[in-house]
C-alpha cells in the first residue's frame, strides 16, 4: 500500500489562535469596565458610545463570537485535519473564513457603540451583518464537509459528530431568529411580535448556549484531552448516548427563560421537563471526560494544561446542573432576573469555555511551532489567578443574587413590601459588584500572563506553517472490526447522513414547541384596549431600543405578588401584540417597566434622564444629556409605519403621509406639559420622543394602583 504525503495547514490555526487571545483580551476589557459601570457610574465616561446599555452587548458579543467563536474555530482546524488525515478542502476558504470572521466581530464593535442593535440578546447585530455571519458560516461549512469527504480516516470521531451538530444547529437558529424588515441600512424590525418574538429569541438564546458554547467546546474536549492526557476516551458508548441526547434534549429547554411570563403554560413546562432532563446527557459528557482521566492523575498534577481541562470540566458539570435548578419554577421565581443568572451564565463562560481554551492554547502553540513552552510557571501562575478570579467573580454574583431575589418578594407582618425602593435593594448589593469587578481584573490578569507567555514562546521558534503527515487514501483504509457493522459504527461511514439525521433531532424539538404558537391564533388573546404605538412613541421605543434600556430594565411583571404590589396589574399576552421587537429583558439593574406609563409626571422623566440622581439619590444609571440636545430624526418616521403595517400593525390606510404631522402635535403637547414646571426644550429633541413612549408603557389596560415611591 502506497501512503500519501501531505501538509496539515497550521497558519490557519495559528491565526485563529492569535484572533482568540486578541479578542479575548479585548472583551474581557470591556467587561470590566461595564463590571465597573454597576458601582461606579462616572465609568460610563460621560459620553453616548460607552454607557452601559450600550457596551453590555459589545461585551457579551466579543466574548462570545469572538473569544470563543475564534477558540472554536482554533480547535476544529488543527483536530479536524488531523482526526481526517487530511489538509483542509480548501486554504482559500480558510482565509475567506479568517478574514470574514474578523471584519464580522469588527463590525460589531462599531456599530453596537453607535446604536445600532436589534435588542435580542446574543443576537444584537443587524441585517447587513446578520446576512454577512450566514455567508462566512456556509463558508466554514463548505470548508468543513469538503475536508470530511476527502477524508483519510474511514470513522468519523466522537469530536466531530459535535461539530457537524454544531454547524447545522447554529446555522437553523441564525436563520430563524434574523427574519426581520430592513427599514434602513442599519435599522430593521423583526417580524415577530411579542409573545411570538421571546419565544424564537429564548428559543435561539438559550441554545446559542447549547451550540455554540458547549458543543463545540465538548468536541475539543474529547480531542484535546485524551491528547493532553495520552489516554483513550473513556466510554465509546458513552459518547453516542452523550451525543444524541444531548442535542435532541438541549433544543427543546428555551421556554425556561420565559417562566411565569405571558408565555402559553404549556410552552413553558415543556422547557422545564426538558431542561430537568437535560442533566443526564450533560453530566454524561463531564463523566466522560473526567474517567478519561483514570489513572493519570500524577500526570494532572504535573501538567498545567490538564489542569485548566479539569477546572473547566469542573466547571461545565456545576453550570449543567444549576442550568436545570433554576428551570424549577420555584427556584426561578427567586432568581430569575437577579445577579445569581449572571453568577451561573459566568461559571460556564469562564470555567468552561474560558478555562478549556486556555488549556488548548498552552498544549496547542509549542506543537505547531515545535518547541517548549517559555514558562511552565507563568503558566501555572495564570491558572492559580484565574481560579481565583473565577472565585472572586461568581461568589459575591450568587450572594448578590440570593440578596436582590429575596428583598424584592419580602413583606412586612402588615403585608406591605418591607422594601418598597427598588433602589433601596440595588446599593444593599454595591459591595458585591465592586468583588466581582476585582474578580474580573484577577481573571484578566492571568490572560494577559498568558499572551506575554505564549508570545514568548512563538517568538523563540518558528511556525511550522505546513506540517507534513502521511496517510493511506481512504479506498485502502482496511476494517477489521467487527464493531463496524454496528449501526452507529455505520453511520460514522457516512457524514451527509449523519448531518441530516442530527438536523432531523434538532428540529424536531423546535417545531413542537413553536408552530402551536404560531399557528393557533387563541394562543394569545387578543385586548380591545391595545392600540398601535403613536408615531412619536414608536420613534421614542426607537431611542429606548438604541440606548439599550433593555440591559437592565424588564418590561413584564410577573403573576407574584411582590411583583403586583410593586408594579402593578401583571403583564398579558395581549398587550405586546405590536411590539417589534419584544422587550421583556433578562436582568433587573433598574426597576421593572411596563407599567411606568403615567406614574410619574413628564418633568421626572426628563429630569430622570437629565441626572438620575436628581430623582433617585444613589442611581447608579447613567445620564442621558444627549437626549435634550439630539434632534429627533423624522425623515424615517413614514417608512416605519409602512414597515409596521406590512408587519400586521393596523395603522390606518395612509397614516404614513400624516405621520409625522400626527407626532408634531403629541410632541407640542409633552412641551407645553414641561413648560408648566419651567422646562424649557423644543419638540423636536430625542427626550420628547422617549418621554412620550415611557409614559404609554403599559397603560392599554386597566392597572392595578401600585405601592411604588415616588423616588424610585
Same mark, same amino acid.
Given at each position: 500500500?502506497?501512503?500519501?504525503? @501531505?501538509?496539515?495547514?497550521?497558519?490557519?490555526?495559528?491565526?485563529?489562535?492569535?484572533?482568540?487571545? *486578541?479578542?479575548?483580551?479585548? =472583551?474581557?476589557?470591556?467587561?470590566?469596565?461595564?463590571?465597573?459601570?454597576?458601582?461606579?457610574?462616572?465609568?460610563?465616561?460621560?459620553?453616548?458610545?460607552?454607557?452601559?446599555?450600550?457596551?453590555?452587548?459589545?461585551?457579551?458579543?466579543?466574548?462570545?463570537?469572538? @473569544?470563543?467563536?475564534?477558540?472554536?474555530?482554533?480547535?476544529?482546524?488543527?483536530?479536524?485535519?488531523?482526526?481526517?488525515?487530511?489538509?483542509?478542502?480548501?486554504?482559500?476558504?480558510?482565509?475567506?473564513?479568517? #478574514?470574514?470572521?474578523?471584519?464580522?466581530?469588527?463590525?460589531?464593535?462599531?456599530?453596537?457603540?453607535?446604536?445600532?442593535?436589534?435588542?435580542?440578546?446574543?443576537?444584537?447585530?443587524?441585517?447587513?451583518?446578520?446576512?454577512?455571519?450566514?455567508? *462566512?458560516?456556509?463558508?466554514?461549512?463548505?470548508?468543513?464537509?469538503?475536508?470530511?469527504?476527502?477524508?483519510?480516516?474511514?470513522?468519523?470521531? &466522537?469530536?466531530?459528530?459535535?461539530?457537524?451538530?454544531?454547524?447545522?444547529?447554529?446555522?437553523?437558529?441564525?436563520?430563524?431568529?434574523?427574519?426581520?424588515?430592513?427599514?434602513?441600512?442599519?435599522?430593521?424590525?423583526?417580524?415577530?411580535?411579542?409573545?411570538?418574538?421571546?419565544?424564537?429569541?429564548?428559543?435561539? $438564546?438559550?441554545?446559542?448556549?447549547?451550540?455554540?458554547?458547549?458543543?463545540?467546546?465538548?468536541?475539543?474536549?474529547?480531542?484535546?484531552?485524551?491528547?493532553? !492526557?495520552?489516554?483513550? &476516551?473513556?466510554?465509546?458508548?458513552?459518547?453516542?448516548?452523550?451525543?444524541?441526547?444531548? *442535542?435532541?434534549?438541549?433544543?427543546?429547554?428555551?421556554?425556561?427563560?420565559?417562566?411565569?411570563?405571558?408565555?402559553?403554560?404549556?410552552?413553558?413546562?415543556?422547557?422545564? !421537563?426538558?431542561?430537568?432532563?437535560?442533566?443526564?446527557?450533560?453530566?454524561?459528557?463531564?463523566?466522560?471526560?473526567?474517567?478519561?482521566?483514570?489513572?493519570?492523575?500524577?500526570?494532572?498534577?504535573?501538567?498545567?494544561?490538564?489542569?485548566?481541562?479539569?477546572?473547566?470540566?469542573?466547571?461545565?458539570?456545576?453550570?449543567?446542573?444549576?442550568?436545570?435548578?433554576?428551570?424549577? /419554577?420555584?427556584?426561578?421565581?427567586?432568581?430569575?432576573?437577579?445577579? #445569581?443568572?449572571?453568577?451561573?451564565?459566568?461559571?460556564?463562560?469562564?470555567?468552561?469555555?474560558?478555562?478549556?481554551?486556555? =488549556?488548548?492554547?498552552?498544549?496547542?502553540?509549542?506543537?505547531?511551532?515545535?518547541?517548549?513552552?517559555?514558562?511552565?510557571?507563568?503558566?501555572?501562575?495564570?491558572?492559580?489567578?484565574?481560579?481565583?478570579?473565577?472565585?472572586?467573580?461568581?461568589?459575591?454574583?450568587?450572594?448578590?443574587?440570593?440578596?436582590?431575589?429575596?428583598?424584592?418578594?419580602?413583606?412586612?407582618?402588615?403585608?406591605?413590601?418591607?422594601?418598597?425602593?427598588?433602589?433601596?435593594?440595588?446599593?444593599?448589593?454595591?459591595?458585591?459588584?465592586?468583588?466581582?469587578?476585582?474578580?474580573?481584573?484577577?481573571?484578566?490578569?492571568?490572560?494577559?500572563?498568558?499572551?506575554?507567555?505564549?508570545?514568548?514562546?512563538?517568538?523563540?521558534?518558528?511556525?511550522?506553517?505546513?506540517?507534513?503527515?502521511?496517510?493511506?487514501?481512504?479506498?485502502?483504509?482496511?476494517?477489521?472490526? !467487527?464493531?463496524?457493522?454496528?449501526?452507529?459504527?455505520?453511520?460514522?461511514?457516512?457524514?451527509? /447522513?449523519?448531518?441530516?439525521?442530527?438536523?432531523?433531532?434538532?428540529?424536531?424539538? $423546535?417545531?413542537?414547541?413553536?408552530?402551536?404558537?404560531?399557528?393557533?391564533?387563541?394562543? *394569545?388573546?387578543?385586548?380591545?384596549?391595545?392600540?398601535?404605538?403613536?408615531?412619536?412613541?414608536?420613534?421614542?421605543?426607537?431611542?429606548?431600543?438604541?440606548?439599550?434600556?433593555?440591559?437592565?430594565?424588564?418590561?413584564?411583571?410577573?403573576?407574584?405578588?411582590?411583583?403586583?404590589?410593586?408594579?402593578?396589574? %401583571?403583564?398579558?399576552?395581549?398587550?405586546?401584540?405590536?411590539?417589534?421587537?419584544?422587550?421583556?429583558?433578562? /436582568?433587573?439593574?433598574?426597576?421593572?417597566?411596563?407599567?411606568?406609563?403615567?406614574? %410619574?409626571?413628564?418633568?421626572?422623566?426628563?429630569?430622570?434622564?437629565?441626572?438620575?440622581?436628581?430623582?433617585?439619590?444613589?442611581?447608579?444609571?447613567?445620564? %442621558?444629556? #444627549?437626549?435634550?440636545?439630539?434632534?429627533?430624526?423624522?425623515?424615517?418616521?413614514?417608512?416605519?409605519?409602512?414597515?409596521?403595517?406590512?408587519?400586521?400593525?393596523?395603522?390606518?390606510?395612509?397614516?404614513?403621509?400624516?405621520?409625522?404631522?400626527?407626532?408634531?402635535?403629541?410632541?407640542?403637547?409633552?412641551?407645553?406639559?414641561?413648560?408648566?414646571?419651567?422646562?424649557?426644550?423644543?419638540?423636536?429633541?430625542?427626550?420628547?420622543?422617549?418621554?412620550?413612549?415611557?409614559?404609554?408603557?403599559?397603560?392599554?389596560?386597566?392597572?392595578?394602583?401600585?405601592?411604588?415611591?415616588?423616588?424610585?
Amino acid at each position: 500500500m502506497q501512503l500519501e504525503k @501531505f501538509t496539515y495547514d497550521n497558519k490557519i490555526v495559528r491565526n485563529f489562535g492569535l484572533a482568540t487571545i *486578541i479578542w479575548g483580551i479585548i =472583551g474581557m476589557t470591556v467587561g470590566l469596565l461595564v463590571a465597573m459601570q454597576l458601582f461606579k457610574p462616572a465609568m460610563n465616561l460621560g459620553n453616548q458610545y460607552t454607557t452601559f446599555g450600550r457596551i453590555r452587548p459589545l461585551h457579551t458579543n466579543a466574548v462570545i463570537f469572538a @473569544f470563543v467563536g475564534n477558540a472554536i474555530f482554533m480547535g476544529v482546524y488543527y483536530s479536524l485535519q488531523r482526526l481526517l488525515k487530511a489538509r483542509m478542502f480548501s486554504d482559500l476558504l480558510s482565509k475567506i473564513h479568517f #478574514w470574514g470572521w474578523q471584519l464580522i466581530i469588527v463590525s460589531a464593535v462599531i456599530t453596537l457603540p453607535l446604536g445600532f442593535t436589534t435588542s435580542h440578546e446574543y443576537a444584537e447585530l443587524e441585517w447587513p451583518i446578520d446576512i454577512a455571519i450566514t455567508l *462566512i458560516w456556509v463558508v466554514f461549512g463548505i470548508n468543513m464537509f469538503g475536508t470530511i469527504i476527502k477524508r483519510r480516516e474511514r470513522h468519523l470521531y &466522537v469530536a466531530i459528530w459535535f461539530y457537524i451538530a454544531t454547524f447545522v444547529t447554529i446555522a437553523v437558529l441564525h436563520i430563524v431568529n434574523s427574519f426581520e424588515l430592513p427599514i434602513s441600512f442599519l435599522k430593521s424590525y423583526y417580524v415577530y411580535a411579542g409573545v411570538q418574538d421571546a419565544l424564537v429569541q429564548w428559543w435561539y $438564546g438559550h441554545n446559542a448556549v447549547a451550540f455554540f458554547l458547549t458543543t463545540p467546546y465538548l468536541g475539543m474536549m474529547y480531542y484535546f484531552l485524551p491528547k493532553m !492526557a495520552n489516554r483513550p &476516551v473513556y466510554s465509546y458508548k458513552l459518547s453516542i448516548l452523550h451525543f444524541w441526547s444531548l *442535542i435532541f434534549i438541549y433544543i427543546w429547554a428555551g421556554p425556561h427563560h420565559l417562566l411565569y411570563t405571558s408565555l402559553p403554560g404549556w410552552a413553558q413546562s415543556l422547557g422545564v !421537563a426538558f431542561s430537568i432532563m437535560l442533566i443526564a446527557p450533560s453530566w454524561g459528557g463531564m463523566i466522560n471526560g473526567l474517567l478519561t482521566l483514570r489513572g493519570a492523575w500524577d500526570k494532572v498534577r504535573e501538567d498545567v494544561t490538564l489542569k485548566f481541562m479539569v477546572v473547566a470540566l469542573t466547571a461545565y458539570g456545576m453550570a449543567t446542573f444549576e442550568g436545570p435548578l433554576l428551570s424549577l /419554577k420555584q427556584i426561578n421565581g427567586v432568581a430569575h432576573f437577579t445577579d #445569581w443568572i449572571v453568577a451561573h451564565v459566568h461559571v460556564g463562560a469562564l470555567g468552561w469555555n474560558g478555562f478549556l481554551t486556555f =488549556g488548548v492554547l498552552y498544549w496547542l502553540i509549542p506543537r505547531i511551532y515545535k518547541t517548549e513552552l517559555y514558562s511552565k510557571k507563568m503558566a501555572a501562575f495564570h491558572f492559580w489567578i484565574g481560579t481565583l478570579g473565577i472565585l472572586f467573580y461568581a461568589v459575591p454574583m450568587y450572594w448578590a443574587g440570593f440578596t436582590q431575589g429575596l428583598m424584592w418578594k419580602e413583606f412586612t407582618p402588615e403585608g406591605l413590601l418591607k422594601y418598597p425602593n427598588f433602589l433601596t435593594i440595588t446599593l444593599q448589593i454595591i459591595p458585591m459588584h465592586v468583588l466581582r469587578a476585582i474578580g474580573g481584573a484577577l481573571y484578566l490578569a492571568g490572560v494577559i500572563v498568558m499572551t506575554i507567555n505564549l508570545a514568548k514562546t512563538m517568538l523563540r521558534a518558528k511556525l511550522i506553517a505546513n506540517e507534513p503527515a502521511e496517510a493511506m487514501p481512504l479506498e485502502e483504509v482496511i476494517v477489521e472490526d !467487527a464493531a463496524d457493522k454496528k449501526w452507529h459504527r455505520k453511520l460514522e461511514r457516512k457524514p451527509i /447522513k449523519f448531518m441530516v439525521l442530527a438536523l432531523i433531532v434538532i428540529l424536531i424539538g $423546535g417545531m413542537v414547541e413553536m408552530m402551536p404558537t404560531f399557528t393557533i391564533q387563541s394562543n *394569545i388573546p387578543t385586548i380591545d384596549s391595545v392600540k398601535p404605538y403613536s408615531a412619536l412613541e414608536l420613534q421614542g421605543r426607537d431611542i429606548y431600543i438604541r440606548e439599550g434600556c433593555v440591559n437592565c430594565h424588564t418590561q413584564t411583571v410577573r403573576p407574584f405578588r411582590s411583583e403586583t404590589e410593586r408594579y402593578g396589574e %401583571y403583564s398579558k399576552a395581549g398587550e405586546f401584540v405590536y411590539d417589534h421587537p419584544f422587550l421583556w429583558g433578562s /436582568k433587573r439593574t433598574g426597576p421593572d417597566l411596563h407599567r411606568i406609563g403615567g406614574k %410619574y409626571s413628564n418633568a421626572w422623566h426628563f429630569n430622570h434622564m437629565l441626572d438620575p440622581t436628581s430623582m433617585s439619590p444613589g442611581s447608579i444609571m447613567p445620564a %442621558y444629556q #444627549w437626549l435634550i440636545s439630539q434632534k429627533l430624526d423624522t425623515t424615517t418616521t413614514a417608512s416605519k409605519i409602512r414597515a409596521m403595517q406590512s408587519l400586521g400593525v393596523p395603522y390606518k390606510e395612509d397614516y404614513d403621509k400624516i405621520a409625522n404631522a400626527d407626532l408634531k402635535i403629541q410632541a407640542d403637547s409633552v412641551v407645553k406639559n414641561l413648560k408648566q414646571d419651567n422646562i424649557k426644550v423644543t419638540s423636536d429633541k430625542e427626550i420628547i420622543a422617549i418621554i412620550a413612549y415611557l409614559q404609554r408603557m403599559g397603560t392599554d389596560i386597566k392597572a392595578n394602583k401600585s405601592t411604588i415611591p415616588s423616588n424610585q
